[in-house]
């Protein structure tokens, strides 16, 4: 996949996961007992604008471009399966598969290590 491909698909990720959040937000807002959804949204929402500044520090050159975008991916991965196991426990009550949660965080926490490692070395120029 192209530089540019990377950074359009982070891109459309990232508004994706923006969707959902605010859907997410305003399902929390108005159903009995939602608290699972709250935290769902948050977490899409924050990793949202982490994929965006990952893949943003990626094509400026504040981080390496492969760690940058790889970050912005990872990002991506576990924000989506930690909130869509808590959407599920919500709304079906059963979860994706098990250690879904958890591993969505891990992933969420290796990405946020990966663009710090990725701005610590930055492209050489």
Not at 6 to 12: E, P
Not at 63 to 88: D, K, N, Q
Not at 102 to 116: F, H, N, R, S, Y
């Amino acid at each position: 996949m192209s530089g540019q491909a990377a950074l359009r698909l982070v891109v459309l990720c990232a508004g994706l996961m923006g969707a959902a959040g605010v859907a997410l937000a305003a399902a929390s807002a108005h159903l009995a007992e939602a608290g699972r959804l709250a935290a769902a949204s948050s977490m899409l929402l924050v990793h949202a604008c982490a994929a965006l500044g990952a893949a943003l520090a990626a094509e400026r050159g504040i981080a390496r471009r492969g760690g940058g975008l790889a970050a912005a991916f990872v990002l991506i991965a576990g924000a989506t399966l930690f909130a869509s196991e808590l959407a599920s426990r919500q709304f079906w009550g059963v979860s994706l598969f098990p250690m879904a949660a958890p591993t969505g965080g891990t992933l969420a926490i290796a990405g946020w290590l990966m663009l710090a490692l990725a701005a610590a070395w930055p492209r050489r120029l």
